[in-house]
């Protein structure tokens, strides 16, 4: 089984050597080796078979057809000592307090341009940034991020770094609890000899954290009425909003389902109008209110905006969060670290180039072929370009658009994302993941334990989002048990 098992020269988060687990994966590893090629390849199927039963999906779109399908699952799972999930922690929470601040400034007073830090342009011409519907808002905490899902790799030395920032709408939280509960279903063996972070209480956190967002003028703070509201059951997250609005016990509403009156947002039941305090919304800004963003939006609720502006509901997460989770703003995070918190960043970035610097710009168009460039508007693993697996022809495309927009466009060192074995068709072979983190804020901030781990499973690809291949895998992160790991 494992003997075949490729290593190279990336970081493995399960093995030391060819031969040798690392200390944490002792205990799995010794269990994986007692069970027989046919007994995985069987267990295998049925976690397959579970995803499908519990209808656990997402949309892929292709040329304007959606084709729903289910998430792959790989059970070798990720486990993270209890010492390297402190160090996350503690970077998740500073970099989202960072980023919070970030977004209270630019909507305010700009202090952060004003000194010199991020240049005023980054912002003014971001389309994510909507100054005149978002500034000067009195939101509930200053709290503009109720959930941010934060992007980490690790590079050839095992060091963790940030990838990407997902602060408008993150999706993938539903996939975690249910990689858990598939786990502990088909693998339960697997738990026996493992003390693991609990999930047990995650959802009750999230709960907790969005009624915390009570707005100013509620008339039952203490008894707020929350729903999530969604694009639809064409959205591409969709079963995750569904299970999120269930988990948590709120409405699963669409905008059609919703109207203002008198700056007061109601929802239509059989019973009349109910009145709306908190909307956890998964529709993008320009979709939600079609008299302050896109006037041929049929998905929002018209007058939103309006009630939200004085204070009788609350949104999250936060109108405009877009200009800080943009690409390019990506490379002043740990500026906005230093500039705010006067400390340094615990995770750092990934080395990033800026192609509206000439300097950088003319540097990366020679170096295409070994580069990572990324559209600084795109998520998904789209309008992408990843150097060393790119023929020429792509190449010069990707050449052309910069040229042309240059703006449009960052670039990063080709790092050598950190793999994992992966079990698939019969065999384990190394797959390279990352690992999106969760970090809920309320009156506190919280971070899950573990997050979703999402592996490439295409052999050989860099890309680990789901539309484009990829699968996930459960995250166990140890609790620390004496001297060693239970």
Avoid at 272 to 300: E, H, N, Q, T
Wanted: glycine share 8%; charged share 25%.
């Amino acid at each position: 089984m494992l003997d075949q098992y490729e290593m190279e020269s990336f970081f493995d988060e399960m093995m030391e050597d060819k031969e040798q687990p690392k200390p944490h994966y002792e205990h799995f590893y010794q269990m994986l080796r007692r069970f027989s090629i046919d007994n995985l390849h069987e267990k295998n199927e049925t976690a397959q078979l579970s995803f499908l039963r519990k209808g656990i999906t997402f949309t892929v779109y292709n040329d304007t057809v959606g084709t729903e399908r289910t998430m792959p699952f790989d059970f070798v799972p990720i486990i993270i000592p209890s010492e390297n999930w402190q160090r996350i922690e503690k970077g998740m929470k500073q970099r989202v307090k960072a980023l919070n601040l970030f977004l209270e400034d630019i909507y305010r007073n700009q202090e952060i341009i004003k000194d010199g830090i991020i240049p005023g342009e980054l912002v003014e011409q971001n389309p994510y940034y909507y100054r005149q519907q978002a500034s000067g808002l009195d939101i509930p905490y200053q709290n503009h991020i109720f959930l941010a899902g934060i992007d980490l790799i690790r590079d050839e030395h095992g060091e963790y770094r940030v990838l990407e920032d997902n602060l408008r709408n993150p999706s993938g939280l539903s996939y975690v609890f249910q990689n858990r509960y598939v786990m502990r279903q088909v693998y339960p063996e697997l738990f026996f000899e493992h003390a693991i972070e609990t999930l047990e209480h995650q959802l009750s956190e999230l709960h907790q954290a969005l009624m915390a967002h009570v707005p100013a003028n509620s008339t039952s703070p203490d008894n707020p009425c929350a729903v999530l509201l969604t694009p639809g059951s064409y959205n591409s997250a969709y079963y995750d909003h569904v299970f999120l609005a269930q988990q948590m016990g709120i409405e699963l509403v669409e905008g059609r389902d919703l109207l203002v009156r008198d700056d007061v947002v109601y929802m239509k039941t059989i019973r009349g109008l109910k009145r709306v305090d908190i909307i956890y919304r998964r529709i993008d800004d320009d979709f939600l209110d079609p008299d302050a963003f896109d006037p041929k939006s049929v998905l929002g609720v018209r007058g939103l905006l309006n009630a939200y502006r004085k204070g009788n509901v609350a949104i999250v997460n936060g109108i405009g969060n877009g200009v800080a989770d943009d690409k390019a703003m990506y490379a002043y995070v740990p500026d906005m670290i230093r500039y705010y918190l006067d400390e340094e960043p615990i995770i750092p970035n990934v080395e990033t180039y800026f192609l509206r610097n000439e300097e950088q710009r003319t540097y990366v168009l020679d170096h295409l072929d070994e580069l990572v460039v990324k559209n600084v508007g795109a998520s998904g693993g789209y309008d992408m370009l990843i150097g060393p697996h790119a023929g020429k022809e792509e190449i010069a495309v990707f050449r052309e658009k910069i040229l042309e927009k240059p703006n449009q466009y960052i670039a990063q060192p080709t790092i050598k994302l950190s793999r994992a074995p992966a079990f698939q068709k019969g065999r384990f072979y190394p797959c390279h993941v990352d690992l999106r983190v969760f970090v809920m804020s309320g009156q506190e901030s919280h971070v899950l334990p573990g997050g979703l781990s999402r592996v490439a499973l295409k052999e050989g690809s860099l890309v680990v989002n789901s539309s484009q291949g990829g699968g996930g895998k459960d995250t166990w992160v140890l609790q620390k048990r004496g001297n060693g790991y239970a």
